[in-house]
């Protein structure tokens, strides 16, 4: 089967054409190489079954898939707030391109949303019927509301045309691949306690979110993408919830520093508390993360040792409030690494669950 992966260049996004090539797809990654990296698919250009397409889905692009995994938008602050209104752009143009595309080949299409739009939510755990608390004017919004209106996109195009769609709403995810100066507090925190420098964290270290590991993600994705006709919002992430101090603190274990911890002022509009209610997945899916925080961390760690040792990449980027609001520099790319596949015996488990659920 032809399947297209926009954004697949990217973190999540690499991952995923790397499982589906191993399932035996044929795949085309799409990716304007903002923020994904060549190093990313580097191993895969090879294959004769993975083609690479330099274009940026602003632009419509003409071809012939069964599939589509929409992952194309910058996902981490310092990046959609470098050019806000192309990341609305990527939200509505984009994404109406995609759809376009998938109404005209009759190929079933995946969203890649996101838990911010649920915003700063007042609501906890976050259910898929919950409408969340979002400010639609700042600095954050273009990637919050563009993402609520991709989702919106995606709905009026399964209703009004009939196109075959899927809603991921991907929770915070982290793993091998991350951009070590993306901003995300992994890869933040474990960059400066390997570089034994502060470990940053904003406010009190009280607001939480909780982690999901990219390959557990990865098979998510797939699982909703498999199942047959369902097309409301599906949450993806662990809902096992910490804080940001207990993360820092164990981040700090594992990597075995004692540097200590410097305390930021929360930045405009952050989250104080972030947790998916999974039962949806759960039951519509089958699915549920298997890698337990310690475990993902390990090797995330693993990861970017190898990094900092072989690419001399730079202090992770800290996103005070300050250098959120003038956020603006390029996205400099580093080496990142291959990741082991997720066990072949939960793999089969959650591929007859989704058996058992379609029949």
Known sequence: MAVLVTGGAGFIGSHLCDRLLADGHDVVCLDNFFTGSKENIRHLLPNPRFELVRH?????????????????????????QHDAIRTVQANVLGVTNILELARRTGARILQASTSEVYGDPQVHPQTE?????????????????????????????????GVDTRIARI?????PRMAPDDGRVVSTLIVQALRNELLTVFGKGSQTRSFCFVEDMVDGLISLMEIPNFHEPVNLGNPEECTIIELAEMIRSMVGTNTGIRFESLP???PIRRRPDITRARE???????VRLEDGLRATIGYFEKVLRTSGAPAAEVLTPAAIEAAGKGSPQ??????????????????????????
């Open 56 to 80: 940026d889905i602003i632009r419509y692009v003409e071809l012939e898939v069964s599939y589509v995994y929409n992952l194309a938008c910058p996902a981490s602050p310092v990046h959609y």
């Open 129 to 161: 019927s919950y409408w969340g608390h979002v400010n639609p004017v700042g600095l954050r919004s273009c990637y919050d509301e563009g993402k609520r209106v991709a989702e919106t996109l995606m709905m009026d195009y399964h209703r009004q045309h």
């Open 171 to 175: 929770f915070n995810t982290y793993g």
């Open 268 to 270: 405009v509009d952050d």
């Open 284 to 290: 519509v899916l089958g699915w549920e993360p298997y």
């Open 334 to 359: 580093w080496l990142r690494a291959r990741t082991t596949k997720s066990s072949v015996s939960n793999r089969i488990a959650r591929s007859r669950r989704r058996d058992q659920l379609s029949t």
